[in-house]
């Protein structure tokens, strides 16, 4: 039976080759853009895992060791410092990154921050650590441009007293393994889930449709077979192997090509850093089943196109007036809509619940976009149809009434991710943000260090006014000074000498996590943007050329009879451009509009020339993508012997 | 004799080595209706291409209302195609989108003419083909017969000269295809338009006023007689 597949892909002839190749292009993209999925996922979990250790599992009875996480700043940038001291029970474990646990007084720095240490003035920088014995190895990092420090300390130690403000408490450890990815990791991996959602839904969708392609083009040859007598086993069992055989290419083809993309993926830049090679190719299980179940996914949907030709040998493709679509989808998406509005305001007093809910109606409103997208799409075309006054308008409106799924198909990742990106966009604050004139400084210790701290505050900042906070274990000092990066570090560098694991922390360092954040998701929606573009610009050229080889007769008769090429170049443009504006351009605006409550709550403003660039990009490509297509149109219009086959 | 309408002269067209047409002569009359036979690769689609203006002569001119129409631009001679010429082929000419009388009055739209004037000038067409009632539907609720009166319809509606028409019942049952025929004669002629229809049918010929037969390149007339001998109208 493959035998018999394999020759009649060999034999389909120049156009039999093309809609195979249509197949191709469109299982080879797939396959690229979900490996590129799976590995966003597998390379949050790699980053995760090297966060894992300074997130350390308590060794109650066991302890050989005590461990200490504090977050320290330079040069507006952002050092993790992991203190270390041996409890005298037992042999300490080693650390990532490092041939032996540290002793008291040694200083091993990751590579950047050794090179920071050694381009900054050693006041600003190097004197907070004195003589370094050692640079750490790649998997003390959780990236390659991470600024990690691990000092070596004694059990007594005030670095290992109280909680710090940022990070972990001293905690009993004999291991390094960790509890798992840190917290903001663990926020990451839930982002890429999302985006995984939101990027593969859509690949699946128009890898579906890609595979009926081939199903499609042969039709009528498989009708042919059952007429002479081939069974439906045997005409399915044909069409899978010959729809598989074409996916098995197109899925080895798009891994390769996703290999040969990763030098340049790597360069998206998250948590300030590019990333590793490795960290981007996914494990070989998942590269291997991702090769395994996309071709069969597309023989399940050719099997899904081949029903008709099963059922009857004499099945021929009839068109007919389409059943209309309930005007109840469109009730259900503004009933969401009015109760996001009316709930949005108790999201925000509602902590964990409220961002539950609000992440569960968002999901909710997307799936309402999803049931209204093809409604909205037949209106469009019976509102263009009606008003037309040109013949490449109708054209254009009654396919859209036509057939409102396959256009819906063809732009529903660009609506939904143009629903997510009106939303951030309007919710992310610009990057460009004028800088403070003064900083709030913020100093966490344990009481018997008040004393050092303060009197080296008053000598550092004489001007400075001090107030002194008592918690509950610890002091905080606080006092406001001008926001001069150099000379705070120099503060930083005098204060590690005066108290050993002291921290000064300013309020814009408080903020640098939420803002670190907040900038990689507003660049997870654009890479977002892009792959949703991407589908829509593929998807738009493959259904553009099967429309044409399904027509071709049909145009080539128009062209004989002398209606020109550009009409129906017209009217396949408005096809593109009509639905995607309206709505891309509207999913957007509901994302704004359900976005503005919490951008006036929280003053929240911009962020949305980014998203217009790339709105505006995104539709030019696909009316490329369109347009890529018109040399297929006009090789089927000059053919002017055309013969039904 | 009326009026000379369409006139090719010494026409010749060459595909590689072989010869479709060796210096043809051929002329249409206002009003007349004339069948070009022959066998499978005689040459006869080729003629009907040449005379309509889809494909140029290699040497020879086509000459319609005393204008020479060969020697214009692709451009022209669409608009030339679109405007003076009707056409009809065996099956497939229809818009599947479109409802029928949409794709009747489709030309107009693409001429230029408003949308409302050209679809009350394309049902006018329903009536008299005997359509009535067939105007919003899809060519996919058609049978084969309707979709032809409908592709007719479409290739009269601009008033042509000359309608061409390609094996127009090659896809159709003998009783549709009968039917079609005196439709398709009784239209044209009343509305003075010229018909050149290919066939290789002498049966679908005989509706024809004049029969000429192109073989191995070359046309000759059959006189009616000849024809009428192997066949009769509606007999097949």
Known sequence: MTKLAWMLLRGGGKRGLLSSALTFVAVAVTTALIMFTIAGNFAFNERGERSAWRNPVEAVDTATAIQATKTDFVADQTIVTVYLAATGDGTPPIPPGMSAFPKPGEVWLSAPLHNLAEDLPADQLAERYGAISGVLGDEAAIHSTELVAVIGVTPDSPALAGPPVNGYAATGISDFDGQGASDTYRQYQAYMLIATVLMVVPLLVFGGAAARLTVARRDQRLAALRLIGATPGQVVRLTVAEAMLTAVAGAVVGTAGYALAIPLLRHIEIDGATWYLSDLWPAWWAVAATIAVIPLLVGISAVIGLRRVVISPLGVARRHTPPGLRAVRLLVLVALIVAFLVMSQRFIGMGAAGLTLMVTMLGATLWAINLVGPWVVGLIGKITAGLARRGSTLLAGRRLADDPRSVWRAIAGIALTGFVAGFIGVLLPDQVESPAADVVVSIQMPDDEVEAVSGYVSEAMTDAEISIMDWDDSTVLEFTTAADTAELDRFRSGLAAVSEGSVAITDIDFNRFTDQLLYDIRTGVLVVMAVSILIAMVSTAVAGASSILDRRQTYSLMHLAGTPMKVLNAARRKETLIPLVILGGGAIAVGVTLALPFAAGQGFQGGAFGLLLTASLGLLGILGASAATRPLLASVMRDTTPRPD | ?236
Request: net charge neutral; hydrophobic share 40%; glycine share 12%.
């Open chain 2, 1 to 236: 004799m009326t009026e000379e309408v369409m006139s090719g002269r010494g026409l010749v067209k060459n595909f590689g080595s072989t010869t479709a047409l060796a210096g043809v002569d051929f002329t249409v009359h206002r009003g007349e209706t004339v069948a070009i036979m022959g066998p499978s690769g005689s040459g006869k689609s080729t003629l009907l291409h040449c005379l309509a203006g889809i494909m140029r002569p290699d040497s020879g001119e086509v000459n319609l209302m005393g204008q020479r129409i060969d020697s214009l631009s692709e451009t022209q001679r669409s608009r030339l195609r679109r405007t003076r010429f009707g056409f009809l082929f065996q099956f497939g000419q229809l818009l599947p989108e479109l409802s029928a009388e949409e794709n009747v009055a489709l030309p107009m739209l693409l001429d230029g003419s408003d949308k409302s004037g050209a679809l009350q000038a394309a049902r006018a067409w329903f009536s008299s083909l005997g359509l009535s009632g067939l105007e919003r539907r899809r060519p996919g609720e058609l049978s084969g017969g309707q979709a032809q009166r409908v592709a007719l319809a479409r290739a009269l509606v601009t008033g042509p000269i000359v309608l061409f028409a390609d094996e127009p019942t090659g896809a159709l049952d003998q009783a549709s295809g009968a039917e079609t025929m005196q439709t398709l004669i009784k239209a044209t002629k009343g509305q003075g338009s010229s018909l050149v229809l290919v066939t290789h049918d002498a049966n679908i010929a005989a509706y024809c006023d004049r029969v000429v037969e192109v073989r191995d390149g070359k046309l000759t007339s059959l006189s009616a007689p000849a024809v009428a001998a192997t066949a009769q109208p509606g007999v097949w």
